[in-house]
Structures are given as structure tokens and as C-alpha cells.
């Protein structure tokens, strides 16, 4: 690192110099890091290798489900939801007891991990819905059984909200060969202000794809009523979406 001394002060890159300002100061550094060919082939970098294989893995799976909801996710995800979700992949890649180093993979990990994952990390379903609710997923179909509920007890609405909507979404996936077979289901809208509302049944089928894992998420959405038309409440932002069987 070396401080600027020139009335120029520069920013940017220029060759393997980089020009930045940190504290105050104006600063230059050479371009660092190790060679791509080295880490490609020196047998002592053959770990930084092996973890790289295996965290790409993670990152595709990561993106296969969210390429596969992506219309459902823009709903209910905050921004960091990427970086948790190829966190929580990595975690099953490390959990293969079976493979070698670098060979680990999602579909021989404990896919149960991915159990219980919120999409929206600042609005948590249990904290959202108070009422009780069942899962199954047989033969790529999946079923979610919400239990009869009170809406103006049972639901935790932010400011505003007038109306919330239940959305269940299913998939069967192949995170070997990166395949995946989707489907969802909405509920009504259901009105905030209302003290009974009937037991609901969600169904989708996922079916399509064979030996793969199955995963079911439960979500809800909130919207204000104004005129009659339903809006979403802050783009989003108080929504929840949250995987409850992974199979």
C-alpha cells in the first residue's frame, strides 16, 4: 500500500495498480492474489480446489430453486436471501458422509437441512401465523392442510393490512443434473377483520421428475383493500415464505 502524493488524486485501476481512497487518504496497491493456473494445478492448493468444487455446487442448487419460484420469490425474499440460501446449500453439500473431498453433493447430503429455511429473513411465517397446518408430499403431489382459524387473532397483520393470502409452492428436484418439476396453489383472500374462517386445503402437483427431492414451502401475503382493488403492502416487505417439508 502506498499513499497518493500528486494534487491528482486518482481512483480506479491502471495495469496492476489500483487507486482508491479509504479513511481520508488517497492510496495505491499492486494487484495481489494468488495465479488462476497455480490454484488449477499446485497439489498444495488441491483443498482451496476441493472447496470450491463443492461450494459451486451449492450455488447452482441454490439457483435452480430460485430460478424455479423466482415469481413467487420476488414476493416474499429480502435482498440477502442468495447469499443465506447457498449457505444453508453448503451446509447439506458438507453433511454427504458418504463421498471425498470435492466430491460431496447436495442430493447425497441431509437434504432435511433446507427444512424450515425463511426466504424473507426479516418476516418469519411462525411469527406471522399462529394457527396449525399439515404437510404431505407423495408422488410428487403435495397437499398443505391449514386448520380452521380466527384471522383477526390467528394473524399477526402488519400496519395497513387488510387481507392476507396463503400460497403454497411444491417442486421435485434433481440437484445432479440441475431438473426440477414445479407447481402452486393460492387460498382466497382472506379478510383481516373476520373472526372465523374454515379450514383450507392447498394442493399441487410437482410430479415429473423421479428420485428426486421434494420441497414444500408456505407462505402469506399481505394486501390492502382500497376501492375495492387489493394492493400489496410495501412491496413485499412484511410478507413470509418458509419450507416446511423437504422430502
Known amino acids: 500500500m502506498a499513499r497518493q502524493e500528486s494534487f491528482l488524486k486518482l481512483k480506479g485501476r491502471v495495469g496492476d495498480l489500483t487507486f482508491y481512497k479509504s479513511g481520508g487518504e488517497y492510496l495505491a496497491r499492486t494487484k495481489g492474489g494468488v495465479d488462476g493456473d497455480r490454484i488449477k494445478n499446485d497439489p498444495r492448493f488441491a483443498r482451496t480446489r476441493e ?6 455446487r451449492a450455488v447452482k442448487s441454490g439457483k435452480l430453486l430460485r430460478d424455479a419460484f423466482r415469481e413467487q420469490l420476488y414476493l416474499a425474499a429480502d435482498r440477502g436471501m442468495s447469499g443465506r440460501l447457498t449457505s444453508r446449500f453448503s451446509k447439506v453439500v458438507k453433511s454427504d458422509s458418504t463421498s471425498s473431498r470435492g466430491e460431496r453433493t447436495v442430493s447425497a447430503g441431509d437434504v432435511s437441512l433446507l427444512d424450515g429455511f425463511e426466504f424473507n429473513g ?12 399439515g404437510v404431505n408430499f407423495a408422488e410428487g403431489v403435495a397437499e398443505v ?13 402488519p400496519d395497513g393490512a387488510t387481507h392476507a393470502q396463503f400460497v403454497m409452492i411444491a417442486g421435485s428436484f434433481d440437484f445432479d443434473e440441475l431438473n426440477s418439476a414445479v407447481a402452486n396453489a393460492e387460498s382466497a383472500s382472506i379478510d383481516l377483520s373476520e373472526n372465523s ?10 410430479s415429473g421428475i423421479e428420485g428426486g427431492t421434494g420441497i414444500v414451502m408456505l407462505g402469506i401475503l399481505f394486501w390492502q383493500e382500497v ?10 416487505a412484511k410478507n413470509a415464505l418458509r419450507i416446511i417439508s423437504v422430502a
Do not use: R, V
Open 51 to 56: 472447496n470450491g468444487q463443492e461450494f459451486l
Open 122 to 133: 426479516n418476516s418469519n411465517l411462525e411469527n406471522l401465523f399462529f394457527g396449525e397446518y
Open 145 to 157: 392442510t391449514i386448520e380452521a382459524f380466527d384471522p383477526s387473532l390467528n394473524i399477526q397483520k
Open 197 to 206: 374462517q374454515d379450514a383450507l386445503t392447498l394442493t399441487a402437483d410437482a
Open 227 to 236: 376501492n375495492g382493488e387489493l394492493y400489496k403492502i410495501n412491496n413485499g
